[in-house]
């Protein structure tokens, strides 16, 4: 059943007191944020990976482990950050970002980048030097050799992507800071996505419609895994 038949029967289910549009905005908001943030994290994080992967210099075990730690750090503290990089005394402050979709964005790139570089990085360094070796015994350039170690390395960069999508679609405390959880008079959203849209219902005692709205945010994640693992098996084919 599509995701739109769902949404329109859930007012059968549980009396719900969504304004007409206000599950869409605020589905339109996660995906759009979210989506771009991981898409933009992902052209810059596998190129790294790969680099890192596949090249040695000074300095790699310590860049390594600032990814590592990236991995842990507060999604708060990254908040704060991007706030004072796009308030009126900040860096990009001129552009007018602060509580947009735009500042979300940045937030959510920051917090997705570690997990998908790490990742994809321990899932190129884990192919066996084994077919490394067999593609230069075959004649293969540098180029080829990358490409079929990314090739091997397929499953664990897709885990990479998804690990990413899944922190910056979860997050609530960032997105909170940098966009305000702001919706329009007539109750569309601007910058509140589903996660703290969970979290102003379960403030305000509607336990009923954030259990609702956290079934939705459960189905778009496993919906976006199922069509990115697709993607990246119909890839390789």
Do not use: C, H
């Not at 944020?33 to 040695?56: C, D, N």
């Not at 293969?140 to 679609?169: C, N, P, Q, S, W």
């Amino acid at each position: 059943m599509p995701l739109e038949s769902v949404v329109q029967l859930l007012p059968a289910v549980v009396d719900l007191p969504f304004r007409e549009g206000y599950v869409w905005s605020i589905i339109s908001v996660s995906l759009y944020v979210s989506l771009i943030a991981v898409t933009l994290s992902t052209l810059f994080s596998i190129p790294v990976a790969i680099v890192m992967g596949f090249a040695e210099f000074p300095g790699k075990q310590f860049v390594k482990s600032v990814i590592n730690t990236g991995m842990g750090f507060p999604s708060v503290v990254v908040g704060l950050l991007v706030l004072f990089a796009v308030s009126n005394q900040g860096p990009l402050g001129s552009l007018d970002l602060i509580f947009t979709k735009e500042a979300m964005i940045m937030s959510q790139f920051v917090l997705a980048t570690p997990p998908i570089t790490a990742i994809s990085l321990a899932a190129i360094t884990g192919v066996s030097e084994n077919v490394r070796d067999a593609a230069r015994v075959l004649g293969g350039t540098r180029l080829d050799m990358a490409l079929v170690v990314i090739k091997e390395a397929r499953y664990g960069i897709v885990t990479a992507i998804l690990a990413g999508f899944g922190r910056a679609v979860s997050e609530v405390g960032s997105v909170l800071i940098v966009g305000g959880n702001i919706t329009s008079a007539d109750g569309i959203s601007k910058t509140r996505t589903l996660t703290t849209a969970i979290q102003l219902e379960a403030r305000q005692g509607q336990y009923e419609t954030a259990m609702v709205l956290g079934v939705i945010l459960v189905v778009l994640v496993l919906l976006v895994n199922a069509i990115v693992v697709r993607l990246g098996d119909q890839g390789v084919q």
